[in-house]
């Protein structure tokens, strides 16, 4: 019994968090049946972010089949900037940092660890690192796509739909459709043959 009623009231916080974001920022557009845990961060600004259908953003290990390092976080910190996450989503304890645009698309699964992150940080070309900061550039991640764990998404990167990217992957440039992605640097390994 106790049990029913912590979970009901777990489930009732998860809510209000959704409703929180809703109302604090105009541009969150939150569509039925997001999942959040409590433990996920969330800091957008007044800058986009949309969620779609039955998007989970998951950040408790409870029941998940790895390690997971760190919570959700999805930071939207540059004005103007947004990120788009496609129906039916499950993002497990990845770190997603938006300069720019990141798209990903419907029925993805990305693994805990993952970081994804369309900005360098820092000026490639300088003589004091501790200054400046990078010109950042769209991340694009199709439909179906699986990301394993540990992997790290680069600015300009684009998946292309029915792709998986394997565990530990360094991943950055243009990947067409049903390609497995492996390595650092990641490449194309092998086509998958998916309708």
Known sequence: M???FSSLFYSSLEKLKVKWIILMN????????VRIDLSTK???????LVLGENVY???TKKGYHAGMPFST???????GAECEIG??????GCYIHTQKKIKIGENTV?????????????????TNRTVGRDEPE???????VWIGLNAIILKGTTIGMNSIVSAGSVVKGNFPKNSLIQGNPAKIIKTLEIE
Do not use: M
């Not at 976080?73 to 004005?79: E, F, N, P, Q």
């Open 73 to 79: 976080t999805i930071l939207i910190d540059k004005d």
């Open 138 to 144: 769209e991340i694009s991640i199709g439909a179906n």
């Open 110 to 126: 990305i693994a805990s660890g993952t970081n994804i992150i369309d900005s360098n940080g820092h000026e490639i070309y300088s």
């Open 2 to 4: 106790i049990k029913y």
């Open 57 to 59: 953003l998951r950040s």
């Open 26 to 33: 105009p541009k969150a557009d939150i569509k039925r049946g």
């Open 42 to 48: 969330i800091s957008l600004g007044s800058n986009r």
């Open 87 to 92: 129906n039916n989503c499950r993002i497990n």
